[in-house]
């Protein structure tokens, strides 16, 4: 399913506003001309824009903007002049005006690798996609606030993102983010891998997508109750992980807290494990963030926690995050002490400190949204940004700029 913007002639609109229903997706708007778009992205949010290919409904400031938001665009031309209008502008997801939805459907669900921009023609690999772990000590550090306002930030950066929740002992990023948890979205996600039915088309009918300007991602949410946690076997996570990984960009994965290893409790080496998953999860991360809480409790169970997390984790791979650091809790230069307690008794040199910031966070809980929608300029979600974009994504190639270059204006010689 999609968020569909339209701008498009009117006997053009109603021959495929139907169709396009029909396969599941929602019209967020039907505009008149590429101006009224431009205007509206921020405010409707649509993943993909379809236009008719004529100067009136196809503009470059429209396709600039979609680029820089991540939005698909896809443009219906009626005739030769308007497919070399499209072309000028560097666009090449177009289609020919008289198309039917089943031929616009595979470039609305991206299925069908298309150029972008001129130039770019070389053939797209399978892709593995950036895996991000978020575990924390037990006594609610703030693993799932973490977890999905990562994958806000990194959505918000433009690319397209997963977040699974992979709690043992009971979800709460549905509840979170106002979604449905019914039916878990990971625990269907292992069945169907577990029978090798886990494709594309399966993934996107699980996944539920939370959706906002700019920063919109899916989500396969956890168990509605810890009792059902024996769906969640190691060997299951890691090929529904696996699947997933190869559909996004980037995966962030709400782990669980504990990291007893249970198998030495039992005899029965065959038997499902409680925290197999958590150790699935972890196993399979390119960084795993820790999450701890800023204060002598707080950092007591972090130092414990982390002692057994490099015990299967490569410290380069762990970030310590301490969250919720304030004075009231460790007298003055908060930081400093932290800082000072994780070096002295967990050689933790490096860590990242997010402020105590209660009225974005209940901001958040309340409207059961990101920070970036429901805070987007408090203390905390700015600090949650800056980790995202320093320590997670890639360093941005340089922005080429279209048009003319003016050679720099020289100043006469005065004698």
């Known amino acids: 399913m999609a968020r569909l913007a339209l701008a498009l002639d009117p006997g053009t609109e109603d ?32 993943e993909v824009v379809l236009v008719g290919a004529g100067r009136d409904t196809l503009g470059a400031e429209l396709l600039t903007a979609c680029d820089d938001r991540g ?21 090449h997801e177009v289609v020919d005006r008289s198309a039917s939805w089943r031929e616009i459907e595979p470039l609305v669900r991206g299925g069908v690798p298309v150029p972008t921009r001129i130039g770019d023609t070389s053939p797209r690999e399978p892709r593995t996609a950036s895996t991000i772990a ?17 994958a806000a930030e990194i959505a918000a950066a433009g690319h397209s993102v997963a977040l ?8 709460t990023v549905a509840p979170s983010l106002g979604l449905l948890d019914e039916a878990p979205g990971l625990a269907s996600a292992c069945r169907l891998a577990a ?14 997508r939370y959706s906002a300007p700019r920063a919109s991602f899916d989500v396969f949410t956890g168990l509605v109750g810890p009792s059902r946690w024996p769906e969640l ?22 782990t669980g807290f504990s990291l007893e290893r ?11 494990r409680r925290n197999a998953a958590t150790f699935a ?20 169970r972090l130092l414990r926690g982390h002692g057994d997390l490099i015990d299967f984790v490569e410290p380069e791979r762990i970030d310590v995050m301490v969250n919720r650091v304030r004075t009231r809790a460790l007298g003055i230069d908060a930081h400093a002490q932290v800082r000072q307690t994780l070096r002295r008794f967990g050689g933790i040199t490096d860590s990242v400190m997010l402020p105590h910031d209660g009225r974005a966070a209940d901001a958040a809980i309340l409207t059961a949204r990101t920070l970036r929608d429901a805070a987007p300029r408090s203390p905390l979600r700015t600090a949650v940004r800056d980790y995202a974009l320093e320590r997670l994504l890639p360093v941005p190639e340089p922005v080429r700029r279209r048009g003319f270059a003016f050679a720099p204006m020289r100043r006469a010689a005065t004698g």
């Open 15 to 46: 021959r495929l506003l139907a169709d396009a229903v029909e396969h599941g997706h929602v019209v967020v708007a039907r505009l008149v001309s590429w101006r009224d778009v431009l205007e509206n992205l921020d405010v409707l949010g649509p």
């Open 71 to 91: 939005i698909r665009l896809i443009a219906l031309a009626a005739g030769d002049a308007e497919r070399a209008h499209a072309a000028q502008l560097g666009l």
């Open 134 to 150: 978020v575990w924390g000590p037990a006594g609610a550090p703030g693993r799932t606030t973490i977890a999905v306002n990562l």
């Open 164 to 171: 699974v929740d992979a709690d043992p002992y009971g979800g």
């Open 195 to 208: 029978g090798g039915a886990l494709d594309r088309a399966e993934l996107e009918r699980i996944a539920q």
């Open 233 to 254: 076997a190691a060997d299951r996570v890691s090929a529904a992980l696996e699947a997933i990984r190869g559909w996004v960009e980037y995966v962030v994965i709400d």
């Open 262 to 272: 249970d198998e030495e409790l039992t005899s029965d080496q065959f038997a499902p």
């Open 281 to 300: 999860s972890l196993t399979v991360a390119d960084r795993v963030v820790a999450v701890g809480l800023a204060d002598p409790v707080g950092l007591s």
